[in-house]
């Protein structure tokens, strides 16, 4: 069966400083991997996505995601973090079973300190 | 564009009241979804319509039943509301057909069941 694990709840960071944010996945098939961010009382939007084109995959702001294979990971990363990057991401992996769905992750909370 | 839409965004209801949500895309989506966010738990899909006139259960679907009136829009009722079903929820849409498709996200509705 699919699934999708995200390490920590919640992450803080210091303004400027890295971010990363861990997910792992488990799926019998190659995966269609997603990462969502959602902004407080706003719905998510899509961040980046992995469709086997890349293993290195670019989003929006600033973020990126890297496919590794051996390890079922899709960590999330970004060199430098904005005040503006604190609300809640969510990895997620797309499955066919009769119809293509989305299996979201607990989701991680990212907040920022000045 | 407006893209996916919600209504209502709040909801006050006393245990047993019905209640009907309503979402519309206009993307021209073929598929569409109901999602509840409950904290801790990512999102858990209720009910998805891979297409206009198909409806599945997704894994959370008991309590609920849904209509897709059309391609535009599909509804999410409460027959009978519960206070386990204080959440909130969202309606999604995405292209058909492959698994690299995005969702896109509506802004949500927060229900309170009393």
């Known amino acids: 069966a699919q699934s999708v694990t995200q390490l920590g709840s919640h992450v803080s960071v210091s303004e400027g400083a890295l971010v990363l944010l861990r997910c792992n996945y488990s799926?019998?098939?190659?995966?269609?991997l997603f990462w969502y961010v959602q902004y407080p009382n706003q719905g998510l939007q899509l961040l980046l996505k992995?469709?086997?084109?890349?293993?290195l995959v670019k989003g929006i702001n600033g973020f990126e995601a890297e496919f590794k294979k051996s390890e079922t990971s899709f960590h999330l990363t970004k060199p430098s973090a904005h005040m503006r990057d604190a609300a809640e991401y969510f990895c997620?992996?797309?499955?066919?079973?009769?119809?293509?769905?989305?299996?979201f992750g607990a989701g991680t909370r990212l907040f920022v300190k000045a | 564009n407006a893209g996916v839409t919600q209504t209502p965004k709040f909801q006050v209801l006393k245990t047993g009241q019905s209640m009907t949500l309503q979402c519309a895309q206009d993307m021209n989506h073929n598929s569409m979804y109901w999602y509840r966010q409950d904290p801790g738990m990512g999102l858990r899909l209720i009910y998805y319509s891979a297409s206009e006139g198909t409806t599945d259960k997704g894994e959370v679907p008991n309590g609920y039943n849904v209509s897709r009136l059309n391609k535009r829009e599909f509804s999410l009722r409460l027959e009978s509301a519960a206070p386990s079903q204080t959440s909130v929820y969202f309606c999604a849409s995405s292209p058909a057909g492959t698994g690299n498709n995005e969702q896109y996200f509506g802004p949500g509705t927060r229900l309170t069941v009393t």
């Open positions: 992995y469709t086997s084109a890349a293993t």
């Open positions: 799926s019998s098939v190659p995966p269609y």
């Open positions: 997620a992996v797309r499955v066919n079973t009769g119809g293509f769905k989305t299996i």
